[in-house]
């Protein structure tokens, strides 16, 4: 009889292609809660809020009126006008909507772009810790990953002078994020711009500045966008999107501002990945930036009284000592004072304590003796989250 045993060859590539740990977590945490455990979620990046209603109705709205076919593949006309007003009115920049190309979310715009300059032979350059899918996809691509780091030390704002110093011939994309997932940094004005001025010496170098978190900002800090320097737009990647804004995770809604060499390549990527964005979610992302703001503001003032609970109450945990948030909705506590590896209290504080925390390494070697903590969750959940915490250590 003959073998009929399956021996499938996948592509040696797929073996550099890594994950994202907080849905590993998620998923743990479910698998638990699902067993009967009482387990509070302070791993997983998305807000706890509801899509504001006026939001919703805009989407049940397109469905029914008829809005159910194929569109652009770079988004409706529309809605990237919408982006290119919704840029001009928080960053002051003129933004030509022929540049805007929106995608189902934040990361096919980072794969994209990654896909576009990495080949083997590049290097591409990213923040380490930082969000896992940079590094995964720039190993996936081909090219040498090359991480800069964010140190605790600086408040986890990126040193313009050492990523500056780590350019060569060979560098072709600098990816940035701020404020930042997982540390919940934020860069200041004067590195940006002594990053951007050095830049101007490397002109065979791109940019991608990921900006989701770009509205969530604490303590008096305010966003600078790198669209704000004309001196690199002809090869600045801006990335944003309704996710985290608008708590719009599961609608897959984001947009790209494309220097206007890369816009048709991307248009023709998007063509091949996945035809366009599913037409009513972009006519509800369209009533999120054209409608009241009122719900945004009011999501991010009560992520303010959680990242300053949520701080304090890990600087009291023995061991433990956590830097202020500047923004996002991350706590980034470093544990070296526990004695614990990373991944040792991410394991032990879910399946002894119940509480859910991502450990710092599921972003990067640098990670190492740190967790990160999400307060996208109630006050209450926190404080009986740290305090389940406290009783473990």
């Known amino acids: ?94 933004v030509n909507p022929d540049h805007v190309v929106v995608v189902p979310g934040g990361k096919p715009t980072m794969f994209f772009a990654v896909m576009m300059f990495g080949e083997a032979g590049a290097e591409i350059m990213y923040p380490n810790p930082g969000f896992p899918i940079y590094e995964s996809v720039i190993k996936y691509s081909g090219a040498t990953a090359v991480p800069y780091a964010l140190e605790e030390k600086n408040g986890f704002a990126f040193s313009a002078e050492d990523v500056l110093s780590k350019i060569t011939e060979r560098t072709r994309l600098i990816i940035i994020n701020s404020p930042a997932n997982p540390t919940g940094g934020v860069t200041p004005k004067e590195e940006i711009d002594k990053l951007v001025k050095g830049l101007l010496d490397h002109p065979h170098v791109a940019l991608m500045s990921d900006e989701i978190y770009s509205q969530m900002l604490y303590g008096g800090r305010e966003h600078v966008s790198l669209l704000q320097y004309p001196e690199i737009r002809d090869r600045l990647i801006m990335l944003d999107g309704w996710s985290k804004t608008y708590a719009m995770t599961g609608w897959r809604l984001g947009y790209a501002v494309w220097p206007e060499a890369a816009v048709d390549h991307v248009t023709r990527l998007c063509i091949n990945d ?70 040792e209290a991410q394991n032990r504080f879910l399946d002894e304590a119940g509480v859910a925390t991502v450990a710092g390494t599921s972003f990067g070697a640098w990670g190492e003796g ?21 009783k473990l250590l």
Request: hydrophobic share 40%.
């Open 1 to 94: 009889m003959a073998d009929t045993t399956t021996t499938l060859k996948f592509a040696q590539s797929l073996s550099r292609l890594g994950t994202e740990s907080a849905f590993v977590v998620l998923a743990r945490a479910g698998q638990l809660a699902a067993e009967g455990r009482d387990i509070i979620n302070l791993g997983i990046g998305q807000p706890d809020f509801s899509t504001p209603d006026h939001i919703v109705e805009a989407g049940i709205k397109a469905l029914r009126d008829g809005h159910h076919g194929y569109t652009p593949a770079n988004g409706i006309p529309a809605l990237r006008e919408a982006v290119a007003a919704d840029l001009n009115r928080r960053h002051g920049v003129e």
């Open 274 to 343: 996945h035809s366009c964005v599913n037409a009513a979610t972009q006519y509800a992302g369209l009533a999120a930036l054209t409608g009241p703001q009122d719900a945004v503001r009011d999501m991010v003032a009560q992520f303010d009284k959680r990242r300053e609970a949520i701080v304090g109450l890990l600087n009291d945990l023995p061991g433990v000592r956590c830097a202020d948030a500047g923004g996002a909705f991350y706590a980034f506590p470093n544990i070296e004072g526990t004695g614990l590896t990373s991944m």
């Open 370 to 390: 740190y967790l990160r903590f999400s307060y996208a969750n109630s006050l209450e959940n926190i404080e009986e989250a740290i305090s389940r915490i406290a």
